[in-house]
């Protein structure tokens, strides 16, 4: 079964509206993390937000907020106020704390496409 | 400092040829990564490196041999390639390789193309 799932291969905003990507993931352990990674076609990832298994309130870092729904599981990430220059693959990963050396598991990604 | 960087950022060999890439950061930080990836599709584990020892190897054909020279420092021995090799390879680095925590920071990929 697959550890983290990205059910958007590509979605599609008007500059200026506000954009929700999915993420959904699976771990038994307590302790685990998630990212929101941004790849644009140069080819760097960019870490946007983190969010703890054991942080109380979402993550938000400037127009990047995370949704996050424990009993469900899903991490969703929302960009506030699209601009041209977030048009990138978005990548949604889970770090777990207690598999021996933690590595990320990466989803399948989502391609953002953002119109004037 | 918070950049990891990675030379050379495009590279083009020959099945026959052996060449390297190599990855630099400054952050102080005692586990590095490579990952291959290949177009739309999400990286895909290599190698970790903590305390400039092998920790993982995710079963990476021989041709690719990593090298953790000091801290700092990592490079990816590449001899005897295939075309499907083709890929960008990148190079991330955190403080440590445990806790749900440590953020990996990723350098700006090489796009290495095998003929």
């Known amino acids: 079964a697959q550890k983290i799932t990205q059910t958007q291969p590509g979605m599609f905003v008007q500059e200026k509206e506000a954009v929700t990507l999915d993420c959904t993931y699976d771990?038994?352990?307590?302790?685990?993390?998630l990212f929101w990674y941004k790849q644009p076609s140069s080819g760097e990832m960019i870490f946007l937000i983190y969010?703890?298994?054991?942080?109380?309130q979402n993550a938000t870092e400037g127009r990047y907020s995370l949704n996050f729904q424990k009993a469900r599981k899903s991490a969703n990430l929302v960009i506030s106020a699209s601009q041209l220059g977030d048009s990138a693959m978005y990548f949604c990963?889970?770090?777990?704390?207690?598999?021996?050396?933690?590595?990320?598991?990466f989803g399948k990604g989502t391609m953002l496409l953002v119109s004037p | 400092d918070t950049e990891v960087t990675q030379t050379p950022k495009h590279l083009v060999m020959g099945m026959t040829n052996k060449k390297s890439l190599k990855c630099e950061q400054h952050?102080?930080?005692?586990?590095m990564y490579w990952y291959k990836q290949k177009a739309k599709k999400p990286p895909e584990l290599m190698f970790v490196?903590?305390?400039?020892?092998?920790?993982i190897n995710e079963s990476v054909p021989s041709r690719f041999s990593p090298e953790c020279p000091n801290s700092s420092l990592l490079n990816l021995h590449l001899h005897a390639l295939q075309p499907e090799d083709s890929a960008l390879y990148l190079c991330?680095?955190?403080?440590?390789?445990?806790?749900?925590?440590?953020?990996?920071?990723f350098g700006p990929g090489t796009r290495l193309t095998v003929l």
């Open positions: 991330a680095s955190s403080q440590g390789t445990s806790g749900s925590y440590n953020e990996q920071f």
């Open positions: 771990t038994s352990d307590p302790s685990y993390g």
């Open positions: 969010q703890g298994s054991y942080d109380q």
């Open positions: 990963a889970m770090r777990e704390a207690f598999s021996g050396y933690s590595t990320l598991t």
């Open positions: 952050m102080g930080h005692r586990a």
């Open positions: 490196y903590s305390y400039e020892k092998l920790s």
